[in-house]
């Protein structure tokens, strides 16, 4: 069946650090691929997302590649703050089902 | 991005007691709502998925008589906690679609129950 594979954490990095939350997915069908980002005690927020194959997603300084040769939807941020640690989640939606990813917690430190 | 309004964000109540979660899609319609259950860094798990208008689908494990969820309009699911005990305290999240293929979901707040 369909399914997300989200790399495990926790990871911890240096301000101004580049991260990479590496993601990949199963699928069937033609899914689209979201990050969702968790700020301590908060529910879920959309990071960004892509809807088709070579599609990149955006925000905030964050990006991710939808990449069907790789089956893969890796999280990038060339420079990260101490603002960004939070938990990140990779989901996949096709049709009307949605899959995340186990989360991966992020900490950033001065 | 559209706005999914959950209520209350924190309660605590006796064990034994009833508690009612609700979540409210503020500028669409969602056919489509799901609950979470969060634990301590932990991932989340569906708890069940309610589409508007009918019976929600549980997941396995998940016990229907003990967390009732009501998703009689559009805008409005609610979770209610019946004769809730001290393991049930947790983060509870909704979230919410509208119709359309591959639509994203958009997230409550949360809520912090407390069971003492």
């Known amino acids: 069946g369909d399914s997300v594979t989200q790399m495990e954490g926790p990871v911890t990095l240096s301000e101004e650090a580049f991260l990479t939350i590496n993601c990949t997915y199963t699928?069937?069908?033609?899914?689209?691929l979201f990050w969702y980002v968790q700020y301590p005690g908060e529910g879920l927020q959309l990071l960004l997302k892509a809807t088709k194959a070579d599609d990149k997603g955006s925000n905030k300084g964050f990006e991710a590649t939808y990449r069907k040769e790789t089956t893969s939807f890796h999280l990038e941020k060339g420079s990260v703050q101490v603002s960004d640690s939070a938990v990140y989640f990779c989901?996949?939606?096709?049709?009307?089902?949605?899959?995340f990813g186990t989360g991966t917690s992020l900490t950033v430190i001065p | 991005g559209a706005v999914v309004s959950q209520h209350p964000s924190r309660v605590i109540c006796k064990s034994g007691t009833s508690v009612k979660i609700e979540c409210r899609s503020l500028?669409?319609?969602?056919?489509?709502m799901f609950w979470y259950r969060q634990f301590p860094k932990k991932s989340l798990m569906l708890m069940a998925t309610s589409n508007e208008g009918s019976k929600a689908t549980y997941e396995q494990g998940v016990e229907k008589d003990k967390f009732l969820i009501n998703h009689a309009s559009l805008t409005l699911s609610t979770l209610t906690v019946t004769s809730a005990h001290p393991e049930d305290s947790s983060f509870y999240i909704c979230s919410a679609r509208a119709a359309g293929r591959n639509t994203e979901a958009f997230f409550g707040q949360g809520t912090r129950l407390t069971v003492v």
């Open positions: 500028d669409f319609q969602a056919t489509t």
């Open positions: 989901a996949l939606i096709t049709g009307n089902q949605f899959y």
């Open positions: 699928a069937t069908g033609y899914p689209s």
